[in-house]
C-alpha cells in the first residue's frame, strides 16, 4: 500500500512556463514533507519542504503549497528552465525528517524542453 | 564542505556473496540511513543508525545489518545475496541534535549488481 503517490510518471514543459508536479498521501501522520530532484547517476538532491503547520513554502522559483485536508502537495516551478529536467520525488516523514524514515513516491520525470 | 560520500560507487556479485557499502555523512552531521531503490521506484527506508545503534528499521530481512563507526561513518553489510537485492542503495545523513524539521541530504550511491 504506497502512502506517497506521484500518479504522473512524467511531465513535459515548455521553457519558461510553469511546471506543476503532484503528490498525495494517505498516512495523516506525517508532518513534514520534501521534494527532492534527481539526475542520472547522481544522488537526490534536497529542493524544498514544507511543515505540516504551513500551507505554503517558497525559495526562488520553487515554490511548495500544502492541502492537508485533501492530503496533496504540489512543486510549482516558475520559470522552468531545460537544467531543471530530471527526476522529482516526493517525500513525507512522521518524525520530523531527519529522524526515522522518509517515505518516497516512485517520482515525476520532468522535461523542459528548449 | 564535503557532502555525503559513499564507497564504492558500483560493485558486482554473484548470488550467495556477501557485500558491504560504506558511507561518510556530511559534516555536522549524526545520523545516517540507509535506503534501498530499485530501477522505477522511490527510495525504500532500510534501516537509520545515530549514537551507533540502529534505531529505526524498515521492512527488510536479517540479511541486511549495519553498523555506524564513533566517527560517524556508517556500513551496510548484505549476506547471502539474492538476484532481487540488485538496485542503487542510497545513504543520507541528518543532525539529530538540531531542529527536528530539517531534510536528510543523500550521497550518489552505490550501484549493486547481482549476477
Known amino acids: 500500500d504506497q502512502q506517497v503517490k506521484q500518479n504522473s510518471p512524467s511531465l513535459s514543459v515548455q521553457e519558461g512556463r510553469i511546471s506543476i508536479l503532484n503528490c498525495d498521501y494517505t498516512?495523516?501522520?506525517?508532518?513534514?514533507f520534501l521534494w527532492y530532484k534527481k539526475y542520472p547517476a547522481e544522488g537526490p538532491t534536497f529542493l524544498i519542504s514544507?511543515?505540516?503547520?504551513?500551507d505554503k513554502n517558497e525559495d526562488g522559483r520553487f515554490t511548495v503549497f500544502l492541502n492537508k485536508s485533501a492530503k496533496h502537495l504540489s512543486l510549482h516551478i516558475v520559470p522552468s528552465q531545460p537544467g531543471d529536467s530530471a527526476v522529482y520525488f516526493c517525500?513525507?516523514?512522521?518524525?520530523?525528517?531527519?529522524?526515522?524514515?522518509?517515505?518516497f513516491g516512485k517520482g515525476t520525470k520532468l522535461s523542459v524542453k528548449p | 564542505d564535503a557532502g555525503v560520500t559513499q564507497s564504492p560507487t558500483h560493485l558486482i556479485k554473484t548470488r550467495g556473496q556477501q557485500v558491504t557499502l560504506r558511507c561518510s555523512p556530511k559534516?555536522?552531521?549524526?545520523?545516517v540511513s540507509w535506503y534501498q531503490q530499485a530501477l522505477g521506484q522511490g527510495p525504500q527506508f532500510i534501516f537509520q543508525?545515530?549514537?551507533?545503534?540502529?534505531?529505526q528499521r524498515g521492512n527488510f530481512p536479517d540479511r541486511f545489518s549495519g553498523h555506524q563507526f564513533p566517527n560517524y561513518s556508517s556500513e551496510l553489510n548484505v549476506n547471502a545475496l539474492l538476484l532481487g537485492d540488485s538496485a542503487l542503495y542510497l545513504c543520507?545523513?541528518?543532525?539529530?541534535?538540531?531542529?527536528?524539521?530539517?531534510?536528510?541530504?543523500f550521497g550518489d550511491g552505490t550501484r549493486l549488481s547481482i549476477l
Open positions: 543520507a545523513s541528518s543532525s539529530r541534535g538540531r531542529t527536528l524539521r530539517q531534510p536528510q541530504h
Open positions: 498516512n495523516s501522520m506525517f508532518d513534514y
Open positions: 514544507i511543515s505540516s503547520i504551513k
Open positions: 517525500a513525507a516523514s512522521a518524525h520530523g525528517g531527519s529522524q526515522g524514515n522518509l517515505i
Open positions: 559534516s555536522g552531521h549524526d545520523t
Open positions: 543508525y545515530y549514537e551507533e545503534e540502529e534505531r
